[in-house]
């Protein structure tokens, strides 16, 4: 039986220290990396649905009397920023032709990784619609 030298005392709780550190530290990985997932599916959930609201935007005048679809930029840009509003989000919005393209802009905030120095995360999402009239076609 081998017995352990006044030297070598406290070795073994050194690492196991630095072993339930890394363990910690993998665990607030995992946890806020699935908070980071969610807010980025948000962002961009919220920036398609805040594009498809602008798109809905039509210059009803040069539809009824040229037949050609196109948006109202005006009035996109505000469909598309009123919805944000009503989220609670902040983004841009640009209005091109028949298609509107929004960016949604979110902060998350970290709950155990801040306890390493690491706050908040910024995080974005891009939506984007065009205008059509009827059906185009089905989903696959």
Do not use: C, W
């Not at 005006?74 to 929004?102: C, E, I, K, P």
């Amino acid at each position: 039986m081998s017995t352990i030298s006044r030297d070598e005392r406290g070795q073994v709780m050194a690492f196991v220290v630095v072993i339930v550190m890394a363990l910690l530290l993998f665990v607030a990985l995992v946890f806020d990396g699935g908070l980071i997932l969610a807010a980025k599916r948000r962002a961009i959930n919220e920036a398609e649905a805040a594009a498809r609201a602008g798109a809905q935007a039509i210059a009803t005048n040069t539809y009824r009397t040229t037949g050609r679809l196109v948006l109202d930029p005006v009035q996109a840009r505000a469909a598309a920023r009123t919805y944000l509003a009503q989220t609670g989000d902040h983004g841009n919005v640009q209005v091109t032709g028949d298609r509107v393209v929004v960016t949604v802009n979110l902060t998350q905030r970290m709950q155990l990784l801040r306890l390493v120095g690491i706050g908040d995360v910024q995080l974005h999402g891009r939506g984007a619609a065009v205008a059509v009239h009827g059906v185009e076609g089905a989903e696959s």
